[in-house]
């Protein structure tokens, strides 16, 4: 018997009763690696004469393709029977009940930001950002709020350090200030944001959201403010009429300053925006002072503009029905199920994602 057919009646021996690819593998690399024996019996080849060569050669190729068809079909027979395997112990009980989940929701604030943040993008304003804790000058004295102001105190403002140096910021202003140092005019911006008051109550937090808006360029005056804001009112309450009012007032950083006033009605027991004889305040405004603009080195006899400050959750409580401003931190996810809106499904107001 030839060494060829030793070899060949070894493996297929070996072959009939293998169950294991680890096992297929060394039998692949006894047979066929470097120094496997199929391989050994190629190197002979070149010793032998030309006859017994063509011989050999034919014989030991037809033995080489006869085991590598076996050890595919093994293989294969193996990956079936494991995939057989995992199918019949790894099956979903299809009558279990679903695994119950909670989709997020965004909250009121959120939305009504980017709501406002839209609707003065369609008028030319940008949106800009300062941090959360300022410094006195760029919070008070940049702003022409002198040293008595009762803001100044203690128990109207966090201060951060005994000399009154660094505060959580009363309001978005600081940001006009910085926007105003850092460039040249003219400015159209908004500031939204979180402020900080002490102060605690159904309508008051500690901590609110505020946006600010100023802008600064030549003969601007307080028509193009009231047109501004009789723009904005219309769109975020989305009404086709808005009766609004400017009643006097007096702000350090605006000279002359106002409170503006919306007209509404009750209709059961709800708000009704721009309807109605009674009136809201919703706002303060007026004309940038220009010792703020001297402040913030803009020449005032040559630049003027107007600036504007809203509470954000102030204008979510009217819009979205919601009467406690308390509930807004409270994090209820009860509350927020109900007031908060599915990011797939938000309404057409929404104009951050519909636009």
């Not at 030309?50 to 085991?67: F, G, V, Y």
């Not at 708000?271 to 080195?297: A, F, R, S, T, Y």
């Amino acid at each position: 018997m030839s060494d060829i057919i030793k070899i060949k009646t070894e493996y297929l021996n070996k072959l009939k009763n293998v169950s294991d690819l680890k096992e297929i593998n060394q039998i692949k690399s006894e047979l066929f690696g470097k120094s496997g024996k199929i391989s050994d019996e190629f190197k002979k080849l070149g010793s032998q004469n030309s006859e017994e060569r063509k011989k050999i050669s034919s014989e030991l190729n037809d033995t080489k393709s006869e085991l590598q068809n076996l050890i595919e079909k093994k293989i294969k027979d193996i990956e079936i029977n494991e995939i057989n395997l995992k199918l019949k112990n790894e099956r979903i009980d299809v009558t279990l009940p679903e695994r119950t989940f909670n989709r997020g929701k965004i909250h009121p604030v959120s939305q009504v930001i980017d709501e406002i943040s839209s609707i003065f993008s369609e008028i030319g304003f940008s949106v800009e950002e300062g941090p959360d804790v300022e410094n006195e000058y760029n919070n008070f004295t940049a702003l022409n709020t002198p040293e008595s102001h009762p803001a100044r105190d203690m128990h109207d403002t966090f201060y951060l350090d005994k000399n009154k140096k660094f505060l959580l910021r009363t309001h978005t202003s600081p940001v006009q200030v910085r926007t105003m140092l850092k460039g040249k005019p003219p400015f159209k911006i908004i500031a939204p944001g979180r402020t900080y008051r002490s102060d605690s109550d159904q309508t008051h937090a500690p901590m609110f959201h505020q946006v600010e808006g100023l802008h600064i360029d030549k003969n601007i005056n307080m028509a193009h403010l009231k047109g501004c804001l009789n723009y904005f009112i219309k769109e975020f309450f989305e009404v086709d009429k808005i009766k609004m009012r400017f009643r006097p007032s007096h702000f350090p950083f605006t000279e002359p300053s106002a409170e503006v006033d919306i007209g509404y009605e009750m209709k059961d027991g709800k708000i009704i925006i721009g309807e109605g004889d009674q009136w809201l305040e919703i706002l303060g405004c007026g004309m940038v002072h220009p010792n703020v603009l001297k402040n913030v080195k803009v020449n005032p006899s040559k630049y003027q503009g107007y600036a504007f400050g809203i509470g954000i959750d102030r204008l979510a409580m009217l819009k979205y029905g919601i009467n406690d401003l308390r509930a807004f931190f409270e994090t209820d996810y009860r509350w927020l199920s109900h007031f908060g809106f599915d990011p797939l499904d938000v309404p057409s107001s929404y104009r951050g994602l519909s636009r």
